[in-house]
């Protein structure tokens, strides 16, 4: 195993003791709710938000300590939309992470409070915890990730998503789509652990936001691509969804050779990117290179 398999396996453990502290305690009242948001939030995933947090804000010399709060805001703002995503009134779909989704574990009533419960936690934990920043700091944090979940970030792409079914988009239009619905966050988190530094310079924050735009699309350009090629067992949800469904994808209007290059090129640009940051990047370049190797 390799020193960054260490370190990535280290920040991964430290993101789940960090989601354990901040969550309510499962015998704590109202029982049934607090139980379903912990089991929506813990045990599985690869936490590729928080370590993007991490990464970047280590990378520019912020401490572990004042980017955990701001890890696990973004990982709760992701588990939240996975479980209203997961939903009959959404995707419908009855496996998440290799096992039953929030609302077959639970009920579809609970599942929707627990992604209203699990949002307003992210924005609580992200205004209690990261008073040793400057004040504008941390407004821009909150406003950051607000965007990131709004109507113009990822709600507003899940909302293209859904009446897309069984359309044909235009490759931009895909594009858009994509950028709001899965690339608003992963840019989010980036900028999160940038903004984690006291007096962040203007082009290493654009240089940045460039690497996160670019992985961003890239990662849902290989979730499209692994819908087509991997296996339930492997995704650990339903494989082939997408196309059953009939939802607009990368290889569905490029083909999969075709898809594969686009995320190979966006790879390419985020490196890129990398390489005019004045910083030590080889975790956000092993980050990006997962996101468009990964078979998960």
């Not at 195993?1 to 993101?15: H, N, P, V």
């Not at 594969?260 to 005019?276: D, F, G, N, V």
């Amino acid at each position: 195993m390799s020193s960054t398999d260490d370190w990535i396996g280290a920040l991964q453990a430290r993101t789940e003791r960090a989601l354990e502290q901040v969550l309510p305690p499962a015998d704590k009242p109202p029982k049934r709710l607090h139980e379903a948001m912990r089991y929506a939030v813990l045990g599985g995933g690869k936490r590729l938000r928080p370590l993007l947090v991490y990464s970047t804000g280590m990378a520019l010399g912020a401490s572990e300590a004042v980017l955990d709060a701001p890890a696990s805001a973004v990982e709760l703002i992701h588990a939240y939309s996975l479980v209203h995503d997961d939903l009959p009134s959404m995707d419908n779909d009855d496996l998440r992470r290799g096992r039953p989704t929030c609302h077959k574990a639970f009920d579809e009533a609970t599942a929707l409070l627990v992604g209203d419960a699990l949002q307003s936690l992210a924005f609580r934990i992200l205004a209690d915890s990261t008073s040793g920043l400057p004040a504008s700091n941390q407004i821009k944090m909150l406003m950051l990730l607000a965007e990131a979940a709004s109507s113009r970030g990822m709600a507003g792409g899940q909302a293209i998503d859904l009446e897309s079914v069984g359309q044909l988009l235009t490759l931009a239009e895909l594009e858009t789509m994509h950028r709001l619905k899965t690339g608003a966050l992963i840019r989010a988190s980036v900028l999160l652990g940038a903004w984690c530094h006291p007096t962040i310079d203007p082009h290493t924050l654009e240089n940045l936001d460039r690497f996160a735009q670019c992985i961003g699309l890239a990662f849902q350009i290989q979730d499209d691509v692994l819908d087509v090629e991997s296996d339930t067992a492997t995704l650990g949800k339903p494989q082939g969804s997408d196309r059953a469904r009939d939802k607009p994808t990368y290889p569905s209007l490029l083909g999969l050779p075709q898809a594969k290059a686009k995320a190979q090129s966006l790879l390419e640009q985020a490196h890129q990117a990398l390489r005019a940051v004045d910083a030590p990047t080889e975790h956000l370049e092993w980050l990006a290179d997962f996101v468009v190797q990964r078979r998960h």
